[in-house]
């Protein structure tokens, strides 16, 4: 007889079934475990993918699954989901909340504010600084520091949190006792020690850039607020800070030069409504503050703007919701929205006029924060 945490791993582990499958599975049966004890062939005709269908026929093994169970263990390894006690509060209800976890180390304290400190991997001596001296003035003022522990801005934000004396969380885009990428191996032992790793990824899963896309959401929404401190203009690290806007948090930048390509993404954040950051208190004064500003959402709830909660009309909704942060072009908008060009140029002027985005350069959009 397996443990009721032991049904969640093993529906977790199941190749080709992913979290959207196991929801619906969820949903028909209820619970990991009637799931497991319901007929095998029922259940299989309910997974669409034929990977996934042919992977659980055979997933039914109990040996193995406590095996499996118990390598975790022996690598002190933590597996949790949403009914764990200790499963975080900030994921449960973010878009496409996660099903399971793995970590290392300790979770952060519920309750506890937190920032997501992201940024450029190749990025400059000023970088390098700034990350470090944020990390580290942030963990002072008993602030949680959220990072993916990639080398560049992330490990050194890391670093200064740990320097301050405070809790960091890396969360990982590859299995959870992955090492990536080996110069941060004192890093990732280190945290494991004194903070905590975290990852939706089971042991011995190896980087593939698609995991990480994935991963920043969960960057995101374990922090209450998104500092990003060196961005190109076209930068993965916006794919975070859209995470970001559709769970509601505050996003924050740091300024650079003006000619410096690697301050290109942050100056252009602040130029579209991110809060502007040169000290800590900058931060401390908005996560503190009782009232949230709620325009630093991007998403539209059902036919809702975000910004004004005033109703919109479906072809409105539509055009609103292709928009994100960076920049899109007024072609690609119709061709995504399938709308007759002329309501489309309509529907965007209006949407400048009212204050809701910006046409940042001739006939370019993207929301205003």
Not at 19 to 37: F, H, M, N, S
Not at 59 to 70: F, Y
Not at 228 to 243: L, N, P
Not at 361 to 367: E, K
Request: with cysteine.
């Amino acid at each position: 007889m397996m443990e009721y945490d032991q049904y969640w791993y093993w529906l977790n582990n199941i190749v080709g079934v992913g979290r959207q499958t196991i929801r619906y599975l969820l949903k028909i049966y209820g619970d990991p475990q009637a799931v497991y004890e319901a007929d095998v062939n029922t259940v299989a005709e309910q997974i669409n993918d034929e990977r996934g269908r042919l992977a659980f026929l055979q997933s039914k093994d109990p040996v193995r699954i406590l095996e499996e169970w118990n390598r975790l263990r022996e690598k002190k390894i933590t597996f949790i989901h949403p009914e764990s006690r200790q499963f975080p509060s900030k994921l449960m209800y973010i878009p496409d909340a996660p099903l399971g976890l793995y970590y290392k180390g300790s979770l952060p304290q519920e309750g506890h504010k937190a920032v997501a400190i992201i940024g450029a991997r190749n990025c400059t001596r000023y970088g390098i600084e700034m990350a470090r001296f944020f990390g580290r003035e942030l963990a002072k003022c008993n602030i949680d520091v959220i990072s993916g522990l990639a080398r560049g801005i992330d490990g050194m934000a890391h670093t200064g949190a740990l320097e301050g004396q405070g809790y960091t969380l890396g969360i990982l885009g590859c299995g959870i006792d992955v090492v990536y990428p080996n110069e941060n191996y004192r890093l990732f032992m280190q945290m494991e020690r004194s903070g905590g790793i975290m990852s939706e990824y089971n042991i011995g899963l190896q980087p593939v850039s698609g995991l990480f896309p994935q991963r920043n959401r969960l960057i995101s929404g374990m922090a209450d607020g998104v500092l990003v401190i060196e961005a190109m203009e076209k930068s993965g690290t916006f794919i975070t800070v859209d995470h970001g806007l559709d769970q509601g948090k505050e996003i924050f930048a740091i300024p650079g030069r003006l000619t410096d390509r690697k301050s290109a993404g942050c100056n252009n954040l602040i130029k579209l409504g991110a809060h502007v950051v040169t000290e800590v208190t900058d931060i401390l004064d908005i996560l503190h503050s009782d009232n949230r500003n709620s325009t630093y959402m991007n998403t539209i709830d059902e036919a809702t703007s975000p910004v004004t909660k005033v109703k919109l009309a479906p072809n409105e909704k539509m055009v609103y919701s292709c928009l994100r942060i960076e920049p899109k072009y007024l072609d690609d908008i119709i061709n995504e929205v399938q709308i007759a060009p002329q309501d489309v140029c309509r529907i965007l002027n209006q949407f400048v006029m009212n204050g809701w985005i910006v046409e940042c350069t001739r006939n370019y959009y993207a929301i205003k924060l």
